[in-house]
């Protein structure tokens, strides 16, 4: 079998459509002005065109660009990271400004080089957001940061408004597609931030065509779902360069709307579910929906 067939091609309902108008390169540049990144950028997000272009909306990345782990999954570069910076947090909130964003997601590549994983510079963004944006809602997407629970009470103490930690895969797959993370740990990492705010929504995503089987993708949800996670999402994983982890499987998007189906039926407040989806793709729309579906059964 030659190189080029070993890979799976790529169905229709995976092409993206570029769109690099005034928006997009609006945005790219208030992102190099106040030296900041995005996890759109560095990890390769397939919906970057639409999100800036379209929606005029970012996922910021802070705590630098270089990640101390090398998840077999992702396009963020990884190594020894920069000093950190303590001016970072004002400039994302500054930029939440000028963009004039309702909802901001903050993510951070994993710092297990410090002894906080971070935690102290997540939670000064946070309260920088708040401080300049007090009617924008915050969702904070953090590594486990090494499973100390006093780094998880640092960010939650700053009351973000949703709490978004991904399990990424499948119990099976988990030490093989991502780096130190542990699945349990996740899943505890996840209860133990509902235990801390019972108010602050959880949330958590998982990536599927690694060669998972339908019934692990379940019983996945019935992990989170154990463990008090309000707001799933569920994509296809795209492989980033020939370096990562192959693409075993495209999901059909029919498959997609089964699992949303299946997962909502599990409890979520909401499930976002599609070839497309990441853990922060619509975010804004996920949190409303969430709300709506929790009011609903409450009335």
Known sequence: ????????????????????????????KIMREK????????????????????????????LGDTCTRACRFCAVK???????????????????????LKHVVVTAVARDDLKDGGAAVFAETVRAIRRKNPFTSIEVLPSDMGGVYENL?????????ILNHNIETVR???????????????????RRGKEMNPDIPTKSSIMI????????????????????????????????????????????????????????????????????VRSSYHADEQVNAAKANQQLKQA
């Not at 759109?40 to 272009?53: D, L, M, Q, R, V």
């Open 1 to 28: 079998m030659s190189k080029k067939q070993e890979y799976l091609r790529k169905p229709e309902w995976l092409k993206i459509k570029l769109n690099t108008n005034e928006n997009y390169t609006g945005l790219k």
């Open 35 to 62: 030296q900041l990144h995005t996890v759109c950028e560095e990890a390769k997000c397939p919906n970057i065109h639409e999100c800036w272009a379209v929606r005029k909306t970012a996922t910021f990345m802070i």
């Open 78 to 100: 990884t190594g020894l990271p920069n000093e950190l910076d303590w001016k970072e947090p004002e400039r994302v909130a500054d930029s939440v400004a000028i963009m004039g």
């Open 153 to 161: 009470e640092m960010l939650m103490d700053a009351k973000p408004d």
């Open 172 to 190: 099976r797959l988990s030490d093989r597609v991502r780096a130190r993370a542990k699945y349990d740990r996740s899943l505890e990492f996840l």
């Open 209 to 276: 065509g690694l060669g998972e089987t339908k019934e692990e993708i379940i019983e996945t949800m019935d992990d989170l779902r154990a463990n008090n996670v309000d707001i799933m999402t569920i994509g296809q994983y795209l492989q980033p360069s020939k370096k990562h982890l192959k693409v075993e499987k495209y999901y059909h998007p029919d498959e997609f709307a089964e699992l949303k189906e299946i997962a909502l039926s599990k409890g979520f407040s909401h499930c976002e579910a599609g070839p497309l």
